[in-house]
């Protein structure tokens, strides 16, 4: 199994990325999918999450109007569009999967993710 993210590191403030999460090794249609991250010094945040099936989507408070997360499951590959940056957004981005198939509130806590990826590192700095 991997998830492996990617996405533009060096990002200044109002400006826009989109970081993907490339997946192998597990039945990718049948899972949840889901973004974190953790800010240095900070505890790790759920952000988003996406179901399986009917492709519905939770996000934090702190992001939601400015995070959209999407799938492909044809390329096996979840993205999360980000606009707007801030400089709180500085931190390292995790994707995980969940077997559930489905996103619920405690998703975002981590609850039922069964594959993480090591993480990319975005940095929102002018």
């Known amino acids: 199994v991997q998830l492996v993210e990617s996405g533009r590191g060096l990002v200044q403030p109002g400006g826009s990325l989109r970081l993907s999460c490339a997946a192998s090794?597990?039945?990718?249609?049948?899972?949840?999918m889901a973004w974190f991250r953790q800010a240095p010094g900070k505890e790790r945040e759920g952000v988003s999450c996406?179901?399986?099936?009917?492709?519905?989507?939770y996000y934090a408070d702190s992001v939601k109007g400015r995070f959209t997360v999407s799938r492909d499951n044809a390329q096996n590959t979840v993205y999360l569009q980000i606009h707007s940056l801030k400089p709180e957004d500085t931190g390292v981005y995790y994707c995980?999967?969940?077997?559930?198939?489905?996103?619920?509130?405690?998703?975002?806590?981590?609850?039922?993710?069964?594959?993480w990826g090591k993480g990319t590192l975005v940095t929102v700095s002018s």
């Open positions: 996406i179901s399986s099936s009917d492709g519905t989507t």
């Open positions: 995980a999967a969940a077997g559930t198939g489905f996103c619920e509130e405690r998703s975002l806590t981590g609850y039922g993710m069964d594959h």
């Open positions: 090794g597990f039945a990718f249609d049948f899972y949840a």
